[in-house]
């Protein structure tokens, strides 16, 4: 039985969390877990899980769940968070939260020993430097939930890394992947959020179809397989059935397939190295799809994947800038306040005007990752 804590419960990946934790009562057992602003799922979740801790974001929600449920403690606000995170019952943290917010506690999780099942790519992206040190130091593994990286952590079992030619991360291509960028001047949020492959939060959507999500993963993928950049390629792939590849210097591949459902992946996070059955899984049956198709990606018709590069490139507080610099972007594009393509258009300004500073500490890191967002905000 493995205890586990939930940082953001009511989300789509900790959602499909919990739909696995349901699945396998003998196996594993939520012990916390936190949400944002979603109190009525927290009701639900303790009422069907009856975990010891729970997070919410503000005092005001904290007081109405203590008051109804007063068996179960809980807690709030970013010091809520990281109580979750390090919850001493726990055996794994599954990461799940949304954005640099997830970085305090994955570091104090790492530093309490927690293992680590790492959703939150902008953690990573953010400070990927200080996670894989702290990781190293206290010899915590980092398991991969993202489906491309599950896909190559999968295709890496038994092979060493010193044969490894280059990481081959597969993109959907996202919502709008079929338009050029002359048709996405007039985009709107609720044809953005229409993604043709997977269900997902509103935030990773939007990112897919800037491609950011894709820049993103390029460096989470450089930290989590410590891979220099020019050793990682992105492959236009619009079924999404080959989730990643990994080529060895032999010129053999070896990818990982399987329908979208962001379930398989963090299943194999909790039960690494071993398997389960997934019962409510679609099995693949590739003579139905028939085929699969492949294109080279367009650095100029996706030009966040450009900007992601080129930050992870530069390293020390760029990665930051770009992240930060997304999230506040995306977030206003959400709230109907700039269009579609002015996303990609704020995130060159914070890059441009912004001189990267090397082995950024945490302090430095929270700093850059505040002012950009204030930066981003003086230009709406
Ligand atoms: N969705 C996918 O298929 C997928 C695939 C690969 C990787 N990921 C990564 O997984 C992470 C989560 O993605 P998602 O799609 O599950 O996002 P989501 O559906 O938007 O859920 C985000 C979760 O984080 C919580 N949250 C947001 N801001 C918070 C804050 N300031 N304090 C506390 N909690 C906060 C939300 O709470 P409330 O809703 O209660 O406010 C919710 O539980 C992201 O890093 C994403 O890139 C997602």
Redesign the pocket.
Same mark, same amino acid.
Request: aromatic share 2%; hydrophobic share 45%; net charge negative.
């Given at each position: 039985m493995k205890l586990i804590s939930l &940082? %953001?419960?009511? $989300?789509?990946?900790?959602t499909?969390t919990l739909d696995i934790i349901r699945q396998h009562p003998n196996d594993f057992k939520l012990a916390a877990f936190?949400?944002?602003?979603?109190?009525d799922?927290?009701r639900k979740i303790i009422l069907e899980f009856r975990p010891e801790l729970v997070s919410v974001?503000t005092k005001g929600d904290y007081h109405i769940v203590k008051a109804e449920f007063p068996g179960t403690k809980v807690t709030y606000g970013?010091e809520g968070?990281i109580e979750t995170a390090v919850f001493d019952k726990a055996d794994i943290l599954v990461n799940?939260? &949304? %954005?640099s917010? $997830?970085l305090n506690p994955t570091l104090q999780a790492i530093e309490a020993g927690k293992t680590i099942a790492i959703?939150?790519?902008?953690?990573l992206v953010t400070a990927g430097h200080l996670v894989l040190e702290a990781a190293r130091k206290h010899q915590v593994p980092l398991l991969p939930?993202?489906?491309e990286h599950s896909a190559i952590f999968q295709a890496l079992q038994g092979e060493k890394d010193k044969n490894i030619e280059r990481l081959i991360l597969t993109a959907s291509g996202g919502s709008f992947r079929d338009r050029t960028r002359e048709e996405l001047v007039d985009v709107t949020v609720e044809e953005a959020l229409n993604h043709p492959n997977?269900?997902?939060?509103?935030?990773?959507t939007i990112?897919s179809a800037t491609m950011m999500?894709k820049g993103?993963e390029v460096i989470e993928a450089h930290w989590l397989f410590n891979m220099p950049y020019e050793k990682i390629d992105v492959l236009m792939h619009k079924e999404s059935i080959i989730h990643s590849m990994v080529e060895f210097h032999d010129s053999s591949i070896i990818a990982q397939l399987g329908t979208p459902d962001?379930r398989v992946p963090i299943q194999f996070a909790l039960t690494y190295p071993d398997r389960l059955p997934l019962p409510a899984a679609n099995r693949l049956a590739l003579a139905k799809i028939g085929s699969l198709h492949f294109q080279e990606m367009s650095f100029e018709r996706f030009r966040c994947l450009e900007f992601a590069y080129s930050a992870g490139k530069t390293g020390g507080t760029m990665p930051t800038v770009l992240n930060a610099a997304n999230e506040a972007a995306v977030a206003a594009f959400l709230q109907g306040k700039i269009k579609f393509l002015q996303i990609e258009e704020l995130i060159e300004k914070a890059l441009i005007r912004h001189q990267p500073i090397e082995h950024p500490e945490l302090s430095l890191i929270q700093e850059v990752d505040k002012e950009t967002r204030q930066y981003v905000h003086s230009l709406l």
């Open positions: &940082l %953001g419960a009511s $989300g789509s990946i900790g499909q936190s949400v944002g602003k979603n109190i799922l927290a974001q970013d968070l799940a939260v &949304l %954005g917010v $997830g959703a939150n790519k902008e953690t939930v993202d489906s997977w269900s997902m939060g509103a935030k990773i990112d999500n993103l962001m």
